[in-house]
């Protein structure tokens, strides 16, 4: 079921990005400044996050495209 779920979630590669920003700690603030974009739009891109994988929560977020294995090795823009 994971590998159907996998290829029913589609998140942007910049989505990806800050879910792996957040999950190594960052703040809203430090995702902004390391990707160039402003705050509001990283909060735009974790919503769109938390829509697609059906949390509420960074955390859960992270867990959940860690699970489907969405999430990065390394950043796909920086």
Do not use: F, W
């Not at 590669?13 to 920003?21: C, G, H, Y």
């Not at 402003?38 to 938390?50: A, D, F, L, R």
Request: one cysteine or more; a positive charge.
């Amino acid at each position: 079921m994971l590998e159907t779920e996998r290829e029913l979630i589609m998140i942007t590669n910049r989505e990806a990005d800050v879910l792996l920003l957040l999950a190594g700690g960052c703040s809203y603030g430090q995702i902004a400044l390391r990707l160039g974009i402003s705050v509001h739009t990283v909060g735009t891109h974790v919503k769109n996050c938390y829509r697609k994988l059906g949390v509420r929560r960074a955390a859960h977020a992270v867990a959940r495209a860690a699970e489907l294995e969405l999430m990065p090795e390394r950043l796909s823009s920086v």
